[in-house]
């Protein structure tokens, strides 16, 4: 069965590599994937596969196995969307949207299900069963567009004869050919801080007439940070971090405010709730302390993404079996976020990385910056890998 994957794999591949090209020349921002939607939807039909739209701009493809009748199902999800970033890179595929790019890999990950679903369709009478491709929007832009996806109620709803929800995402740290999973606790809840404190800005000569922002600003920054060192559990992974901070004064000047902006990251939901709780509370007693005051707005981010144990060993022993033992790695836990981790909470669902980094090639930017690029020879393990790990789920 591999060798016969493998096969047609290599037939669909350069034409996964044109669909991922053109994508990356057309990036779309999260909610507004239209061209992107369209694109997906006259590829599939090209493909004969059924489709229908889901989520504005998200589209569900369905694939049914012909080998005999059941309605075991396995999902596969991708996501579509580009970031505000302005691309360095100078190919024939450079983005052509100004300040548009496709630095997470959606381009890819779009390409690949398409391949996939592609190659599964050729394969119909070798598999039982049901295979629904999700094209999702809006990954990087909380609420997400997993959230909307889900609430259509047009995916089965009975988690009973979902196998598995399967994802995947591009990782330029590892190496090109290699495969990384980690069952259990995978990736990070995020939620975001927006926090104003407020004084009463003067003659930085005269600290006594003003109440300064700025050093109860740093003062909070600094305390808060006991959070995450004192009173979360060593073994629950805690981040909390800030990013900007403007105090627009000047050497002689106490402004009237500061604004901050932060980001806290843990991997266990009550720990989240407790920890929120903590942080809004300190924001809002320790300004006090000084005669300050504080607004605070915490939106709240994706989940933890937690891989199912029994899926995920299921999944690794699949690619293991594709890939190779030497090219499957276990990864550590990596506290970005991800949407995906809403399946994880309706389904059992497994998310993993495929290696498109090459040190050789120069290929070695991380996701999320302009100069972020992928060894398109990825396709061959990110296709095949799919294909029979969703098969295997289904025999
Ligand atoms: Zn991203
Ligand atoms: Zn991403």
Redesign the pocket.
């Known amino acids: 069965m591999i060798n016969k994957i493998k096969e047609i794999v290599s037939s669909v591949k350069e034409e996964a590599i044109f669909n991922r090209r053109h994508l990356h020349r057309f990036p779309e921002l999260s909610f507004q994937e239209y061209k992107t939607s369209q694109y997906i939807k006259s590829t599939l039909q090209s493909y004969a596969i059924d489709f229908e739209e889901v989520a504005n701009t998200g589209v569900l493809a369905k694939i049914v196995g012909k080998k005999s009748v059941s309605d075991n199902t396995v999902i596969l999800r991708a ?1 579509m969307d580009a ?1 505000p970033i302005h691309e360095e890179n100078e190919t024939d595929f450079t983005s052509r949207h100004n300040g548009v790019m496709h ?4 381009d890819f990950h779009t390409a690949n299900l398409l391949a996939t679903l592609k190659v599964l369709k050729q394969m119909d009478d070798d598999f039982s069963g049901v295979v629904i491709g999700i094209f999702q929007p809006a ?2 832009k909380i609420p997400g567009g997993a959230l909307a996806v889900l609430a259509s109620e047009k995916l089965p709803s009975s988690a009973q004869n979902v196998k598995g929800v399967i994802g995947l ?1 591009v990782s330029p740290g590892l190496e090109m050919g290699k495969v990384g999973v980690r069952a259990g606790k995978f990736m990070a809840s995020a939620d975001e801080i927006y926090l104003t404190v407020k004084g009463k800005g003067g003659h930085g000569a005269q600290p006594h007439l003003n109440i300064d922002p700025v050093i109860i600003s740093a003062q909070l920054m600094v305390s808060l940070q006991q959070v995450v060192s004192r009173f979360a559990n060593p073994a629950i992974p805690s981040v909390l971090s800030f990013g900007k901070v403007i105090a627009n004064g000047a050497t002689n000047v106490i402004p009237n405010e500061v604004y901050i902006e932060g980001t806290f990251r843990t991997m266990d939901e009550s720990w989240r709730a407790q920890a929120l709780q903590l942080i809004g509370k300190q924001i809002k007693e320790l300004p006090e302390i000084y005669g300050a005051t504080a607004e605070l707005e915490i939106r709240r981010g994706y989940p933890a993404l937690i891989n199912d144990m029994e899926l995920t060993s299921r999944i690794s022993y699949s690619l293991k079996e594709y890939v190779s033992e030497d090219n499957f790695e276990n990864l550590d836990i990596w506290m ?1 976020a ?1 949407d995906f981790a809403y399946y994880s909470q309706h389904y059992p669902s497994v998310f993993y990385f495929i290696g498109t980094g090459n040190v050789e090639k120069g290929i070695t930017s991380a ?2 910056t302009p100069t972020f690029q992928i060894d398109e020879e990825a396709f061959d393990h990110a296709i095949g890998g799919m294909v029979y790990s969703a098969m295997q789920l289904l025999s």
């Not at 630095?103 to 959606?106: E, F, I, L, Q, S």
């Open positions: 996501d970031l630095a997470c890999g959606h990954e990087e995402h970005a991800e996701l999320h």
